[in-house]
Every structure is written in C-alpha cells, then in structure tokens.
C-alpha cells in the first residue's frame, strides 16, 4: 500500500511525486507509457513562474544548461519582455518536453520514488480509509489519496464523475516532427485559419510542422496525407514532408474541472484543464498544482493537518486556472488574420507598448501575478515571496534556498526573533534576517517592507507583520496543523 498513487508520469505527475517524496510521503507514480521514452517533443518550455518554482526546488540550473532563455510571452503579435521585472528569472526558457521529463525523471530517482512503467489504470473505488485503484492487466493496489494527473482525456477524472466543462473546439492544428525535400521559408505565415510554421530542429535535418487545418479534424489520428493536404492549402506546397517522427491534433477545445477533489481523489496538470497552446502556460500550470497541492496533500497524509486543508487547493488553484483558459482563448482569437482580427490586434499592440498594459499581460502569462489569498491586508499575502539576498546568523543565502526542503520559512527582519514559535519547531524554519533593498513585486511595483513573513512551501507568503488579519498563531494553526502537544499534555 502507498501512501499516494499518482496516475500520470509526465511534469505535473513528477512533480508532484517529489513534492510528496520531499515530505517523507511514499508516492507510486503509474504511468501507461511502457517506458519513459518520450517520442513527441510536445511542449516547449517554461515561463518565468516555472522556472522559480525550479529554482525553490534547487534544480533550475539543471532545465538552463539544457534550454535557451528568451522572452517567450506574447500577446497577439507582441513580444512582451520581462527583461525589467524584478525577478531573478526575468525571461522564459525555451525547452522541449522530451529534454524536460527526463530531468525531472532524474530528480525523483534521487528523491527515491518509483515510476511504474506499462501500468494502466482503468478505475477506482474509494472508501472511507482509502482508495482502491484497478489496473488494466487485472492487478489492484491501495492507496490513502489518489491524484490523476493522467491528461485531458482522464481517467481518474471521468471514473470520479466531475465534469468538464467548458466549450467546444472552433479549430484544429496538426503537429509534427518530419523530413522535408525542399526547403521551407523561414518564419509562420498567418491567415484567417490560424497560424502555420516549419520549424528546423537541432538535428539539423528535421521539422517541427504546426498548421492550422482549414476545417476542425475528426477525433482520429492524422496521418501524413492529412499533414501533406494542410501544408498545400497554405503554401501550395507541402514541401516534401516524409518520415515523420510522429504527428498528432489538437484543437483550442478549452475545459476546466468543476471540482479538483472528490473525498480522497483530486486532480491535477491537464487531467483538471485543457486549453489550446497559444501562450505556453500547459505544462506550467501544471507543475503549479503540483506544487501547490504537494506539502498539503503530505500534511494530511502524515497526520499534520485534517483533509479541510485539501479543500485550498481547489480553491486556489481553480480561479488561477480559469485566469489562464480565458487568456488562451483570447489568444487564440488574435491568431487569425482576417480583416476584423486585424484591426482588433493593431489596436492591442499599440495598448502593449503602455507599461501598465504590458506589466498586466506580461505578469499573467508568466504566472507572476497569482495571488491566493484576495481581500484586503499586505499585497504580499498570497503572493509569490520574491528571491532576495538576504544576510543571516548562518551566513548570506538567499530565500529560495530555503525552501529547497519544502518546508515553510518564518522570516523576521526586525533584529534578533521576538515570536516563540517553538510548538510548530518540527515543522516551520524560523530564521532572522537582513534585506536592505526595496520590496519590488511584479506588476504591483513596491510594497511597504514587512518585519516578519511567513512563507508557505510552495513559496507563497501565508503571513505578514504587519498586514495580516489573522495572528501569526492563527497562521500557523491554519496552514501547519496544530500546535505540538507539551510532554505534560500528553
């Protein structure tokens, strides 16, 4: 028996399998891939968010040294560069999915969790202790908690009977890696279809081919006939294509799950929203729930905290999912390139060229604006902490090595610690610090310096002295479980 049983070995599913393994939690991945081999190149990196929630990880440097760093956001036909804001990753980072899985692969195998290759699951039962998870091949497994991050198509999220709902595909794209016999032109043409591209890869002698088909595809595998006849009416041509690596459909079908648990079944990455790809923020969003449902879901398993913590993750990560669908179909209308569109896009970028306009777009795709906990207080609460140098009785550090182990990071400003929080010693980091710089948050700008934070795991600020309604007492209880009961009280 597991402690967690996650169906899915892809980002989101492996993430969160080290999110669980840093807490101590025995987490089973189950992946239906025979093995970890991943043929199609899929998605293409990472935005600044991502690559910071990497970096609280202390495994960032290892996604860089295999990407390029560029400014990857974009809104209609604007680039929007982050280059000025204040973070330590100010940039987004241009990595194929099949470069990206194996290094999280390697980080779990460090961590010593388990991916279980050809195990297909075809349902569950939950009870209240446990749940039971059945495999195609006849074999069965029980677990405390169940977490499908097993894609668009789930089938924990179709087993445990949460809709999907959302709105239906207007347009279809096909995908591929090919050879080609004549050279492409460089560059994406743009029609009233959508947008079209050829693409060189690093080998030098094949394409990644995206075009947008003139009528949405059936629900059926393209084949290369299909690609050929998409590719001629556009170019008039289809260059040649042959030997393609793989090729697939997609379509900007956009959903969203109504709920991201049901009892001890929660769902996460695109088992819980689809959206087409305009914008890049896929794979991103999923490595955020990860993150953010991993310390809660190893709280509740250990016994920290009671399951109504589970209960946040639905309600955090929902209404940031829902930001990011309705973004995506905001892009997807700016890729058409008929008259009305046009007009509609002109009119965009030249509102991006304003800071203000392209701070908000800019800070939405890079998932640098999400905030948790609304209302009024502090403008860090809820918020990303940001990453700075700070000096401490241990030596200079900065924050994001401190969150390294997941655990959550009391940090005092205001000279040498005057908060006893010895009952939550086991659990929380208490450190006295030193930041003369100013408190710079993306799009918000500067913010009044705080005397103490309270930073979650997942990096995100649950306490401010002064700026919290609650006391930090209240804070602790709320996101780290009860106090530690005294020798006398047990």
Partial sequence: MADVIIVGGGPTG???????????????????????????????????????????????????????????????????????????????????????????????????????HGREVTGFVQDESGVDVAFRDGGAMRAKYLVGADGGRSVIRKA????????????????????????????????????????????????????????????????????SSALTSVFGTDFGVHDPTWISRFTDATRQATAYRVGRVLLAGDAAHIHYPAGGQGIGLGIQDAVNLGWKLAQVVTGISPQALLDTYHAERHPAGARALRLSMAQTVLQRADPRTGALTEIIDDLMTTAPARNRIAGLIHGLDVAYTPGNGHPLLGRRMPDFDLDTMGGPTRVYALLHEAR????????????????????????????????????????????????RPDGHVAWVDPGSDETLTDALRRWFGPELESPGER
């Fill in 14 to 116: 492996m993430m969160l399998a080290g999110e669980l393994a840093l807490a101590g939690v025995d987490a089973a991945v189950m992946e239906r891939r025979a093995t970890s081999e991943l043929v199609a190149s899929r998605a293409g990196g990472f935005h600044s968010r991502t690559i910071e929630i990497l970096d609280q990880r202390g495994i960032a440097e290892r996604f860089l040294a295999e990407g390029q760093i560029a400014q990857t956001a974009r809104f209609g036909t604007s680039v929007l560069d982050i280059s000025d804001f204040p973070t330590r990753h100010p940039y987004g980072l241009a990595l194929w999915q099949n470069r990206i899985e194996p290094i999280l692969a390697d980080w779990i195998e460090e961590l010593g969790v388990r991916v279980d």
């Fill in 160 to 227: 445990a009977d949460i809709d999907f709902r959302g709105w239906d595909a207007t347009r279809s794209n096909l995908i591929a890696e090919v050879e080609v016999a004549q050279e492409p032109p460089a560059g994406f043409v743009q029609d009233e279809a959508g947008v079209h591209a050829l693409h060189l890869m690093p080998d030098g002698h094949s394409y990644r081919v995206v075009t947008t088909e003139q009528q949405i595809g059936p629900a059926t595998d393209p084949t290369l006939p299909d690609l």
């Fill in 408 to 455: 959550p990071v009391l940090l005092t400003f205001a000279g040498p610690r005057r908060i006893d929080i010895s009952p939550w010693a086991d659990r929380v980091r208490a450190i006295d610090a030193r930041f003369t710089g100013a408190w710079e948050l993306p799009v918000l700008g500067e913010v009044a310096p705080p005397t103490a934070v309270l930073v």
